[in-house]
T-cell receptor, first 113, second 108 residues
Framework: NAGVTQTPKFQVLKTGQSMTLQCAQDMNHEYMSWYRQDPGMGLRLIHYSVGAGITDQGEVPNGYNVSRSTTEDFPLRLLSAAPSQTSVYFC????????????FGPGTRLTVT | GQSLEQPSEVTAVEGAIVQINCTYQTSGFYGLSWYQQHDGGAPTFLSYNALDGLEETGRFSSFLSRSDSYGYLLLQELQMKDSASYFCAVGGGDKLIFGTGTRLQVFP
């Protein structure tokens, strides 16, 4: 199993550009989440999904869209990038009933200039 | 809403024992989790407490008191490779909310 994969690893955007961060998992997990991590801020939940076709907002959803058309994929879209979105983005997945155990992808380091 | 507090930094020497505390406020509580993250890496799961008491996994133990909204991670026989950031998180159903993390530095 590849686990949770994320692409790209690094990305530089100009203000106003749009892009999609890809996340895929091959563990048949129902639940998937997107987090951003900034220095001294820990991990903040952006959006999460409890199954295909179902998504919900987390702590910091503004400026981001998600969709979940399949169990495996959970892309994160930045519609109009802003410098405040410079961060490291992590995708995670877990089984329902697994308690607090989530499996994280390697992350995408995004810089918006 | 939810909020978690943990110390920003802890230092210790190899072989020592260190405790990282976490207090939380949450409107609905499932459990308290702990994650480890090395610099440049992804968070990895360490432990989960849904009930009061101590859970032990090798050199690491985690404790929860639901009545005090408090938990801690105990690391024994510290090794240099334990130098990392440690995060507590509340949740365990559909989502997790993380604290801001504690940076542990282990010195020889």
């Amino acid at each position: 199993n590849a686990g949770v994969t994320q692409t790209p690893k690094f990305q530089v955007l100009k203000t106003g550009q749009s892009m999609t961060l890809q996340c895929a998992q091959d563990m048949n997990h129902e639940y998937m989440s997107w987090y951003r991590q900034d220095p001294g801020m820990g991990l903040r939940l952006i959006h999460y999904s409890v199954g295909a076709g179902i998504t919900d907002q987390g702590e910091v959803p503004n400026g981001y869209n998600v969709s979940r058309s399949t169990t495996e994929d959970f892309p994160l879209r930045l519609l109009s990038a802003a410098p405040s979105q410079t961060s490291v983005y992590f995708c995670a997945s877990h089984l329902g009933g697994s308690g607090g155990e989530q499996y994280f992808g390697p992350g995408t380091r995004l810089t918006v200039t | 809403g939810q909020s978690l507090e943990q110390p920003s930094e802890v230092t210790a020497v190899e072989g020592a024992i260190v405790q990282i505390n976490c207090t939380y406020q949450t409107s609905g509580f499932y459990g308290l989790s702990w994650y480890q993250q090395h610099d440049g890496g992804a968070p990895t799961f360490l432990s989960y407490n849904a009930l009061d008491g101590l859970e032990e996994t090798g050199r690491f133990s985690s404790f929860l008191s639901r009545s005090d909204s408090y938990g801690y991670l105990l690391l024994q026989e510290l090794q240099m490779k334990d130098s990392a950031s440690y995060f507590c998180a509340v949740g365990g159903g559909d989502k997790l909310i993380f604290g801001t993390g504690t940076r542990l530095q282990v010195f020889p």
